[in-house]
Structures are given as C-alpha cells and as structure tokens.
T-cell receptor, first 112, second 115 residues
Framework: GEDVEQSLFLSVREGDSSVINCTYT??????LYWYKQEPGAGLQLLTY?????DMKQDQRLTVLLNKKDKHLSLRIADTQTGDSAIYFC????????????FGSGTRLLVRP | IAGITQAPTSQILAAGRRMTLRCTQD?????MYWYRQDLGLGLRLIHY???????GKGEVPDGYSVSRANTDDFPLTLASAVPSQTSVYFC??????????????FGPGTRLTVL
C-alpha cells in the first residue's frame, strides 16, 4: 500500500540550512507536496514539485526529487526562527479521488 | 472570506457521548476531508467526500460517520466516543484535481479529549 515516511525531528541553528527528507512508495504520483503546520494551526501548502522535475527552487526553498529512489527533500536556506514548524511530505493517491497521503511530519526546531 | 471554519475549537467529552464536529467552507470546493492528527502518526484520513451527496471511507473510518448534504458543510459525528478518539481533528477542502495537482486547504482544527 501507499506509505510516506519522514524522520520525526530536526534541530538546526538559526542561519544554517535545514534539510528535511521523505520517502514515498507510489511511483505513479504526478505531484509531490510539502505542507507546513505552524503551532496551533492547520496545514498550509508550502511548495510542490511535478514528478518529471528533479529540482524546484522558490526563494529560500529547494525541493529535490529522486524518482529512482522515491526520495523527496526540502532544503530551507538561512533557516529562521519563524521556520520552526512541522513539515509534512505528501503524495497524490492516483485513483479517481486524488486524495493525499501524508507522511508523519518532521518537527523542525530552529535554535537562536 | 473565511476559508474553512471548524467548531468547536476544543471539547472535553465523556466516553459514550455522541459528538458532532462541524466544518464549513466558503470556497465552493467539490472535495472535503476529515483527518485526525496524533503525535508520531501524522495525518490520517477518516472520511472524505468528492462531491455533495457522496462520501467515502479513509484510512481510519471506524467509530466515525459523515454526511455531505450540500457543498459547504461536512460534519463528522462520533456516535459513541471512546478515549482512543482523543485527537486533533482537521477538516480540509480542495477543488477538483487538474492534471493530477490538488491543493488542500485546512481548517484550524478541533482538539477533542475523550475521558
């Protein structure tokens, strides 16, 4: 079945780069997503990548996709305290519903 | 524009009681979803609805029911609450997928404690 896995916790110093990793199982997913959940709030779409791309850059965010290994990563450059949140990787379930399958989430803690 | 609203914000409930969590969206999205979020388990889909009048079971549907009488509302009912249903519940909605892309918009969540 479909499964999306992430490490649970990452701690970085302010100004450093953060790299959050994810592995997924459904090779037919056309899009993969990163959602951000700030404390006490719901999830918001942060960025996404189309499956025929290897990399997508959006300001401080870089998404890397390795389809062969089914590995997705999110790099945040110059990490700020406001980046402290839970980050969820998600893939589209390729049935008629287009439901999303979410990973367990990685809690990023940015230390001053 | 409010987006998605959920009510109540939080609730403490005695085991065995019936509870309905409310969800309303004003974006005219076709699809709506209910998730529960538990530490270390991420988001798990409870039920979903692709369009008004239809519903489907997600990953963890047992003990929960939903209805979709119209486009805007998608209530989640716990017929007889049990302590294992203590969780944070999120409602989400999305427009129909275009070429495989879909963005889900989330409500602020309901924190439910069952004692």
């Amino acid at each position: 079945g479909e499964d999306v896995e992430q490490s649970l916790f990452l701690s970085v110093r302010e100004g450093d780069s953060s790299v959050i990793n994810c592995t997924y199982t459904d090779s037919s997913s056309t899009y993969l997503y990163w959602y951000k959940q700030e404390p006490g709030a719901g999830l918001q779409l942060l960025t996404y990548i189309f499956s025929n791309m290897d990399m997508k850059q959006d300001q401080r965010l870089t998404v890397l996709l390795n389809k062969k290994d089914k590995h997705l990563s999110l790099r945040i450059a110059d990490t700020q305290t406001g980046d402290s949140a839970i980050y969820f990787c998600a893939e589209t379930l390729m049935d008629s519903s287009y439901k999303l399958i979410f990973g367990s989430g990685t809690r990023l803690l940015v230390r001053p | 524009i409010a987006g998605i609203t959920q009510a109540p914000t939080s609730q403490i409930l005695a085991a065995g009681r019936r509870m309905t969590l409310r969800c309303t969206q004003d974006m005219r999205h076709n699809a709506m979803y209910w998730y529960r979020q538990d530490l270390g388990l991420g988001l798990r889909l409870i039920h979903y609805s692709n369009t008004a009048g239809t519903t489907g079971k997600g990953e963890v549907p047992d003990g929960y029911s939903v209805s979709r009488a119209n486009t805007d509302d998608f209530p989640l009912t716990l017929a007889s609450a049990v302590p294992s249903q203590t969780s944070v519940y999120f409602c989400a909605s999305s427009d129909s997928a275009r070429e495989g892309f879909t963005e889900q918009f989330f409500g602020p969540g309901t924190r439910l404690t069952v004692l």
